[in-house]
């Protein structure tokens, strides 16, 4: 039986996918690297551990650090303030926690900026537990995010799913033994998630189409 509901925040709750790659495109230019915004947003979902090797793969570690640094400053400073809430993602969250689904959060964010985002959505009386890349040694698509927020509220793969907006949510996700359902507001192409058991333009529409949604068909969730 499904028993917890894995939500990704940056794309799927929160809309802030073009913010991160307008501050990837100022931290990369800054040393000296230029890329197309293009090629910045389609590795959003990464945490910086993750992103920064992926668009200069012989950076040292100490420089990636850095980078990673920088951008989470320049984000919080200047930028997480405009992040706004998709439509319907507080309601899709208090939907879920009075079905008495498990409601987790588990992002490639900071701490800091998942507390932000759990303000944002006015979600804390809603959600059973989160976590951040701060809670472990590597970010999306590695699946430690998603295997330790599992863990955090006790229940097996096999009764958890997935909801994210990028293909590392689902690489992620599936390399910790679970599936995703998938949503279009992070703005990859339906190919890019084509991994995911469905695929909704938001959570918006996830909400609307919850009864026909793999969240209240658990034959096909697990």
């Given at each position: 039986m499904l028993k917890a509901i894995l939500f990704d925040i940056d794309g799927t709750l929160v809309d802030s996918n073009d913010l991160h790659v307008s501050v990837w495109d100022e931290v990369f230019r800054t040393a000296g690297h230029q890329f197309d915004r293009q090629i910045l947003h389609d590795q959003v979902g990464k945490g910086a551990d993750n992103?920064?090797?992926?668009l200069v793969p012989d950076i040292s570690e100490e420089e990636a650090e850095r980078l990673g640094d920088e951008h989470g400053r320049i984000y919080k400073e200047s930028y997480i303030a405009r992040a706004r809430p998709f439509p319907g993602a507080r309601d899709l969250l208090q939907h879920c926690r009075k079905l008495g689904?498990?409601?987790?959060?588990?992002?490639?964010?900071?701490?800091?900026?998942?507390?932000?985002?759990?303000?944002?959505?006015?979600?804390?009386?809603?959600?059973?537990?989160?976590?951040?890349?701060?809670?472990?040694?590597?970010?999306?698509?590695?699946?430690?995010?998603?295997?330790?927020?599992?863990?955090?509220?006790?229940?097996?793969p096999h009764e958890a799913l997935v909801v994210g907006d990028t293909p590392y949510d689902i690489e992620a996700a599936a390399a910790a033994g679970m599936k995703t359902i998938a949503v279009?507001?992070?703005?990859?192409?339906?190919?890019?998630?084509?991994r995911a058991i469905a695929i909704f333009d938001d959570v918006a529409e996830l909400l609307a189409r919850f009864d026909a949604s793999p969240l209240s068909r658990v034959e096909e969730a697990v």
């Open positions: 992103y920064v090797p992926s689904y498990k409601v987790v959060l588990a992002s490639s964010a900071s701490g800091e900026e998942l507390e932000h985002y759990l303000q944002l959505l006015d979600a804390a009386d809603l959600v059973d537990a989160h976590t951040s890349a701060d809670d472990v040694g590597h970010s999306k698509p590695c699946p430690d995010i998603f295997a330790t927020a599992r863990e955090k509220v006790g229940v097996a279009r507001s992070g703005k990859f192409p339906d190919e890019a998630l084509s």
